[in-house]
Nanobody, 124 residues
Framework: QVQPVETGGGLLQPGGSLRLSCAAS????????MGWFRQAAGKEREFVAA????????YAGGSVEDRISISRDDAINTVSLVMNRLKPEDTAIYYC?????????????????WGQGTQVIVSS
């Protein structure tokens, strides 16, 4: 299976935390940067965060970087995202993506494989 698979999300409270996980096949995961994007209704897909192979290089989008943590476990081909202090404007579909080889992209065109997405709704 080439397409990564996201888990987590759902209906969450403002001020709470979000935890998402993404699993990919070893063939697509090895050596690749893994990223998270989100897309709210009527808006363009927005970069959230990404992490390079081995986990040492991490980078995030400016709108969320003070609230997020990204990690990966290369032994089990998974990447996780935690977002704290949730706001209603965090409501979106969140996507996991596998970057093209030897890249650390911040835009969707830098990613080769995409998950189906998982819905996150932040509301009281």
């Amino acid at each position: 299976q080439v397409q990564p698979v996201e888990t987590g999300g759902g209906l969450l409270q403002p001020g709470g935390s979000l935890r998402l996980s993404c699993a990919a096949s070893e063939g697509t995961f090895n050596g690749r940067t893994m990223g998270w994007f989100r897309q709210a209704a009527g808006k363009e897909r927005e970069f959230v965060a990404a992490i390079g192979w081995g986990g040492k290089y991490k980078y995030a989008g400016g709108s969320v970087e003070d609230r997020i943590s990204i990690s990966r476990d290369d032994a089990i081909n998974t990447v996780s995202l935690v977002m704290n202090r949730l706001k209603p404007e965090d409501t979106a579909i969140y996507y996991c993506a596998v970057a093209k080889h030897m890249q650390y992209p911040r835009t969707p065109d830098g990613y080769e494989y995409w998950g189906q997405g998982t819905q996150v709704i932040v509301s009281s």
